[in-house]
DNA sequence: TATTTGGGTAAAATTTTATTTACCCATTAT
DNA sequence: ATAATGGGTAAATAAAATTTTACCCAAATA
């Protein structure tokens, strides 16, 4: 299978979880980090390392890196990447006239 | 659950196969019966039902039944929806203000 | 010092999806 | 008459995804 149709794949699978449109819908405006995530999700710490996990790797959640000096630990914030709109007859197209 | 995080939820799950995304391609500018379907794709009849259910459910694939009166049997065609577009943005901004 | 907190991994258990198998019926072809 | 074909269902099985459990470490706190 095509490089481009498995990552539609991973995008329409990541999208396919009520939590991870919640986590999505939260850090629409402003980053978050995965404790504030966590407090309005009210899920376990592995369960959200997992969404978190999907959605990054669906390109749908940017993470920034914070290494913070004083205390030697590094803290990540999520912020949902912006404009996401999928064209999904042209993708289908694309699957049809096997350009992909 | 709101009825729209539903509905949105059960199209990006119907998104989630390779096989009901050729299907959709396929039945992209034509019309197509479930044995010129099956042909190309050769699953099982059982498999090709499962999958097609859940693409006219998620409301992708459009079915029309005709009806045969010579030798009385029902003969269906499906054909992908026009004009796909998710706006994903405009959804997550919906579930975030709780319009949804 | 003992416990809580933030952040994390690995693996087991559970739940959901996908797939196959075994059937059904009616029609067409051998 | 028998076998093959189109179209279908129900249930068992296999595979994939989700969730929990049991851990790890370092820093902050009672």
Same mark, same amino acid.
């Given at each position: 299978?095509? #490089?481009?149709?498995?990552?539609? %794949?991973?995008?329409?699978?990541?999208?396919? !979880?009520?939590? $991870?449109?919640?986590?999505?819908?939260?850090?629409?405006?402003?980053?978050?980090?995965? =404790?504030? &995530?966590?407090?309005?999700?009210?899920?376990? =710490?592995?369960?959200? &390392?997992? !969404?978190?996990?999907? %959605?990054?790797?669906?390109?749908? %959640?940017?993470? $920034?890196?914070?290494?913070? $000096? #004083?205390?030697? &630990?590094? $803290?990540?914030?999520?912020?949902?990447?912006?404009?996401?709109?999928?064209?999904?007859?042209?993708?289908?197209?694309?699957?049809?006239?096997?350009?992909?």
């Amino acid at each position: 299978m095509s #490089e481009e149709i498995e990552r539609s %794949l991973k995008l329409f699978k990541a999208l396919s !979880h009520p939590t $991870r449109l919640k986590i999505l819908a939260m850090c629409l405006d402003k980053e978050l980090s995965s =404790k504030e &995530i966590r407090r309005s999700l009210n899920i376990s =710490k592995p369960l959200l &390392i997992s !969404h978190i996990k999907k %959605l990054v790797d669906a390109e749908l %959640l940017e993470c $920034r890196v914070e290494f913070d $000096r #004083e205390k030697s &630990i590094v $803290r990540k914030y999520y912020k949902t990447k912006e404009n996401l709109t999928i064209d999904l007859t042209d993708l289908l197209r694309k699957i049809k006239t096997k350009q992909i």
